[in-house]
C-alpha cells in the first residue's frame, strides 16, 4: 500500500502530458461494478443475502445457484462455499474472465456456489449494534471471523439449501479462520464434507512479508501509527491507480509489483490484462487489530489467540494470562492443500510445520512457481488448481 501510495503521488504530480504514461489500455466493466453485477455481467444467475452473526455483524453473502448453461437441472447441487483472505473481499473469486475465476468455473460444472465476506471488509462492514466509525465496531480479529462469522455463515446456507453439509474452499485467511472453526466447533466441523486449502496459513514464522515488519513496531506505537479501527481501507487512490496508472501499458509491471510487495510476485502467472479489476477491489480493508494480532503470530511464531496485553485483561477474555493456543490436530475434517514455492506470506517452512499437525490430508500439491495470490489471479489456476478441486468434489459428492 505505501509502495503504491508513493507511486500514486508521483504520477500524479508529473501528470499525464505528452503521453508520459503510455498508451491507456480500456477499462474492465467490472472495475465500477460490485459482487453481484460481476456475477450478472458474465451471465451468471445471482441471489443477495445478508448474514447477521451472534454479535451483530451484518455480513453480504452471494449465491450463484448454477452456472450459464445448466439451469435446466432442479435438483440438489453439492454446495460449494469460498471464503476469501486478509484484506480481500469474495470478488476475488470472480475478479478473471469465467475460464479462470473458481466461482464461475464451480457453477459451470454444476455446483451451487456461495461466496463469504468477513467483517470489516467492504460488503461486511455493518452491525446491529454499533456504528462503523466506533471502535467497538473494529474490535475483531481472526478470532472472531472464526467463533462468528464462519458458523453463522455456514448456518445460513445450510438451512437456505436444505443441505447438511457443504465443501469449504479457504485462500489464506479464510484457511486460517477454517482451521480454528473446525477444530473448535464439532457441529460446525461435521458440516464440511471437504476442505479445499489454498496457501494455507497458520504459523508465520517464516513470512517474508510485510508483516514481519509490523511485528517489530510495539503494540503501543502500531496503535499510534495506525489508530484503533480500520486498516487498509480501499478507497478513492486505488481507485485512481486502477483506471489512471497501472491500466497503462508501461506502468503494468510497477504497479504489479507494487502491489505484490505483501505477498510476493510471480511476473510469468499475473495476469496484467486483469491489474484494474483487482486494484479497484483490493484493499477491502479490515482492521488494525487483525492486523495487530497477525503482527503478533509473527513474534510468536505460534498459532495462538489475540493477546489482549496484560495477564489480566487476558484473563477477562480467556480465564487465563496468556492467549490460548488453537489446536489444529483437533480438526477431523478432509483436507486438501495446494501452497506456492515462492509465497512471501504463506512460506514453505511454515507450510512445512502446519502439515503434520493436519491430521486428514487427503491431498497435497506444492506449485514451485507460485505466490500468495495466484492461488485467486494466476493465468494457469485453472489448470493448476480449480480443475483438482473440481475433480475431487466431484468425486467426494457421489
Known sequence: MWSLL?????????????GFLGKLTP??????????????????PNEDYEVVTEDGYILEINRIPHGRKNSENKGQRPV???????????TNWISNLPNNSLAFILADAGFDVWLGNSRGNTYARRNIYYSPDSVELWAFSFDEMAKYDLPATIKFIVKKTGQESLHYVGHSQGTT?????????????????TFYALAPV?????????????????????????????????????????????????????CSNALFIICGFDSQNLNTSRLDVYLSHNPAGTSVQNVLHWSQAVSSGKFQAFDWGSPVQNKMHYN??????????????????WSGGNDWLA?????DLLLPRLSNVIYSKKIA?????????????????????VSVIARVSK
Not at 479462520?177 to 464434507?193: E, H, V, W
Not at 517464516?206 to 503494540?219: G, M, Q, R
Open 6 to 18: 508513493t507511486v500514486g503521488s508521483l504520477i500524479s504530480a508529473l501528470g499525464t502530458v505528452n
Open 27 to 44: 477499462e474492465s466493466p467490472e472495475v465500477t461494478m460490485n459482487i453481484s453485477q460481476m456475477i450478472t455481467y458474465w451471465g451468471n
Open 80 to 90: 460449494v462455499f469460498l471464503q476469501h483472505g486478509l484484506l480481500t473481499s469474495a
Open 177 to 193: 479462520i477454517g482451521f480454528i472453526a473446525f477444530s473448535t466447533n464439532p457441529k460446525l466441523a461435521k458440516r464440511i464434507k
Open 202 to 254: 497458520a504459523m508465520v514464522k517464516y513470512t517474508k512479508s510485510l508483516l514481519n515488519k509490523l511485528s517489530l513496531v510495539p503494540t503501543f506505537l502500531f496503535k499510534i501509527i495506525f489508530g484503533n479501527k480500520m486498516f487498509y481501507p480501499h478507497h478513492f487512490l486505488d481507485d485512481f491507480l486502477a483506471t489512471e496508472v497501472c491500466s497503462r501499458q508501461t506502468l503494468n509491471k510497477l
Open 320 to 337: 487465563q494470562p496468556t492467549p490460548p493456543f488453537h489446536n489444529m490436530t483437533a480438526m477431523r475434517v478432509p483436507i486438501a492443500v
Open 347 to 351: 512460506d514453505p517452512h511454515d507450510v
Open 369 to 389: 512457481p507460485y505466490n500468495h495470490l495466484n492461488f485467486i489471479w494466476a493465468v494457469n489456476a485453472a489448470q493448476e488448481i480449480y480443475n483438482e478441486i
